[in-house]
């Protein structure tokens, strides 16, 4: 089934860095890969998604990059923010029923 | 206001013992699933349903059974808890097929003792 891996599993930076969360996937049928964030204590909250037809997306300091070929997507946050303080967790999606497989996440801590 | 909820928040149970955890969504979704959470693992999905009174299988069912009596409703029934079983479990619903977003419910923290 399909393997969802996340790099690095931490990550600590002073605010207003930037970061890189990379993820790998091995589905070639996966097409749908929505990404979470998941705050202390919190529940999991959707932030942004690519499909397989794309290769790049943005939402505010948020960008999304897709490599279908090398099954492989990078999340790259800009200006970071205390609040941006949680974990981040990639998933996959192949063509089965809404099943989502997700990474093991990266915890992002941000210090102010 | 909170569309998926769970109940209860936390719960301590013997092995051994019956374990009940309950959600619920007012999103009108068909689709409900239900996640385990360990450290290092990320989520696993244990059961899932797209229509009232069926579900499936997730990845890891063994151990689980899951019941959908409505819509609404979505539970997960360990009838023999184990230690290891002790894990955060989290209930999401979500529109249908294709690239829908799933919607997350707060999280039940279970300890088996």
């Known amino acids: 089934g399909e393997q969802v891996e996340q790099l690095p599993s931490s990550l600590i930076v002073q605010e207003g860095a930037s970061v890189l969360i990379n993820c790998s996937y091995t589905?070639?049928?996966?097409?749908?890969f929505p990404w979470y964030k998941q705050e202390p204590g919190k529940r999991l909250q959707f932030i942004i998604d690519?499909?397989?037809?794309?290769e790049r997306k943005q939402n505010q300091r948020l960008t999304l990059l897709f490599d279908k070929k090398t099954k492989h997507l990078s999340l790259h946050i800009t200006a970071t923010q205390p609040g941006d303080s949680a974990i981040y967790f990639c998933?996959?999606?192949?063509?089965?029923?809404?099943?989502?497989?997700f990474g093991a996440g990266t915890q992002l801590i941000v210090i102010p | 206001e909170a569309a998926v909820t769970q109940s209860p928040r936390s719960k301590v149970a013997v092995t051994g013992g019956k374990v009940t955890l309950s959600c619920h969504q007012t999103?009108?979704?068909?689709?409900m699933y239900w996640y385990r959470q360990d450290t290092g693992h990320g989520l696993r999905l244990i059961h899932y349903?797209?229509?009232?009174?069926?579900?499936e299988k997730g990845d890891i069912p063994d151990g689980y059974k899951a019941s959908r009596p409505s819509q609404e409703n979505f539970s997960l029934i360990l009838e023999l808890a184990s230690l290891s079983q002790t894990a955060v479990y989290f209930c999401?619903?979500?529109?249908?097929?294709?690239?829908?977003?799933?919607?997350f419910g707060p999280g039940t923290r279970l300890t088996v003792l």
């Open positions: 998933s996959a999606r192949g063509s089965a029923l809404g099943r989502l497989h």
């Open positions: 589905d070639s049928a996966s097409v749908y």
């Open positions: 690519i499909r397989s037809n794309m």
């Open positions: 999103n009108n979704h068909d689709y």
């Open positions: 349903s797209y229509v009232a009174d069926s579900t």
């Open positions: 999401a619903s979500s529109e249908g097929l294709g690239g829908y977003e799933q919607y």
